[in-house]
């Protein structure tokens, strides 16, 4: 199957179709610049027509037996699996993805989904008891109804399925907007997955468009009763605040600037192990990537020689090769915004013990030191391959520093004792932080999200069961009641 040939259409009410609207989004390889598809932009119309469709599916699926909806998201983890090597080939081509990224993102994808297969009995509810003589209360949980998901473009096969799937099972249906850098893989590419498992037409649909095209009809459409996004925060205000004005649920997984601590008392080879994949996997583009890797002054020396002579050894390159450690960021526009902020550290005073090259999307990896403490480096996400190096005296100033930042979503800890990690980690104001491993993880059960400006809400597990349903109260008096009036 060529993904790219089959799949580059809106995917609306069961059906492929190409958009009506004034323009193409064009579809690049970011290696080597292919044009792997064009697809014109769906419009606010289309857009109006699939949630229409979800909207008038979901009753049905909603009351459906909850078996029926397990053995669909069983035949999609089937249908992965059959796909498998398609899929990572995909990857590879529409995002710049090392082939061992992308094996990772399928494999996560389909943990997700036997998770979800799970959830679809979870949902029931409870009886709970009442001060009333004969009154009995019970608490239904039942599907929201219709749920849409904004995917980013760093993983998006895996990040659309985080919602998408858990959503089904819980008898919702979905519109995907993916991100227009990965509109296959993040799109038609689940819309087939469902569809071969036989998923009802309607309760999937995806649309590839723009804000320039349809400006908020995606957010502000009158179906949907949960957005999910996942993207930057500058994007994620926006979503939050319009959805909120409408009274919207959101899921909001937003941008970050963790940090990965190194202890005095930490196993040095080993934490520049996680140090070099908390920074570098996938270039960097990752919401959890490490930004900011301190060590204490203790053993700064040490890190710091092993840390940058394995840095400058990584292997950037053709992602298809598979001898590659670093393949290429999404854009040149991307590119060519990392090596400006690299530029800007210089000339703020910053070192480069490891200094790498831009050649077109191809970043070869860069390591920063001493920058000066109000650099505003330090409390952005650079999104790309560059590692920032601190140093630090003592617990509290690593707590402090990891704590200066108005993001909130992850990071680790490296030491010989693990409950001082936990005591460390409690103490960082952040959705997950990590003891002994590194900053990037994630978990089919457990809750995924963050604080401050990296989000509202959470994923996976029980926390996706929160996201995707609403609670409703129904009481039964058994017997005459005794009014007052």
Known sequence: ???????????????????????????????????????????????????????????????????????????????????????????????????????????????????????ALHPGGRILPSPVDGKENRLYRLPVGVVGVISPFNFPFLVAMKSVAPALALGNAVVIKPN?????VGGGLIARIFEDAGLPAGLLNVVITDIAEIGDAFIEHPVPKVISFAGSDRVGRHVGATAGALFKRTVLELSGNSALVVLDDADIDYAVDAAVFSRFGYQGQVCMAANRILVDRAVAAEFTEKFTARVAGLRTGDPRDPETQIGPVINTSHADALAALVEQAIAEGATAPVRGRTRGTLVEPTVLAGLPED??????????????????????????????????????????????????????????????????????????????????????????????????????????SVFPL
């Open 1 to 119: 199957m060529s993904f790219f040939r089959e799949l580059a259409d809106q995917y609306i009410d069961g059906e492929w179709r190409t958009g009506t609207g004034s323009w193409d989004i064009i579809d690049f390889n970011p290696y080597n610049g292919e044009k792997l598809a064009a697809i014109t932009v769906a419009t606010a119309g289309e857009v109006d027509r699939a949630y229409r469709a979800a909207e008038r599916a979901q009753p049905a699926w909603a009351t459906a037996s909850p078996y029926e909806r397990k053995r669909v998201l069983e035949r999609a983890l089937g249908a992965t699996e059959r796909l498998a090597d398609e899929i990572v080939e995909a990857v590879i081509d529409e995002l710049g993805g090392t082939r061992v990224k992308a094996q990772h993102e399928l494999r996560a994808a389909q943990e997700f989904l036997r998770e979800a297969a799970h959830q």
């Open 180 to 184: 227009q850098n990965a509109p296959v």
């Open 375 to 480: 650099s505003p480096l330090l409390s952005q996400e650079i999104f790309g391959p560059v590692a920032l190096l601190l140093t630090f005296d003592g617990e509290e100033e690593a707590v402090r520093i990891t704590n200066d930042s108005p993001y909130g979503l992850g990071g680790a800890v490296l030491t010989a004792d693990a409950e001082r990690g936990v005591r460390f980690a409690r103490r960082i104001h952040s959705g997950m932080f990590h003891v002994n491993d590194a900053t990037v993880q994630d978990d089919p059960l457990v809750a995924f999200g963050g604080e401050k400006n990296s989000g509202t809400g959470r994923l996976n597990g029980e926390a996706a069961v929160e996201a995707f349903t609403t609670q409703k109260w129904i009481s039964i008096q058994h017997g005459r």
